[in-house]
């Protein structure tokens, strides 16, 4: 059974599962739960996922980034985020990919094929850059 846990990181609330690898949010823009698998079908809607472990300060740093990102007022398109636990033994695959190069984010859009990768240091300007640009 899920045991809940509440906590405050950068004045925003979110739960935490403590056997749980996903982080689970709600869109600040159009309320979608973020832990579907599946790709938005709104072209202009983007999917941020992080890649990430406890104990990893560069981690909680790109947390803070995101959160910036996903209250700029700049954006201008749908906004899906996730956060993966890479550590958690069903996320085996992440581990194997990421373990070395947390944290990671993975900015994907329905008609992209391959997601756009962030790695290590995040920069909000450039995420935000990446996330308003028409993609076709």
Known sequence: MLRNQLFTLNNTSRR?????????TRSNINNIDTT?????KPTEAVWLTLYAKQGCSLCDKAKVVLDSVRVNPSLNKTLNYQYVDITDPQNNQWWDAYCFDVPVVHLDRYNQKQPVKFMHYLN?????????????
Not at 18 to 24: A, K, Y
Request: charged residues 35%; negative net charge.
């Open 36 to 40: 579907q698998q599946s790709k938005p």
């Open 16 to 24: 935490l599962f403590s056997s749980s690898s996903i982080l689970r």
């Open 124 to 136: 909000e300007e450039k995420i935000v850059e990446e996330i308003n640009k028409d993609f076709e």
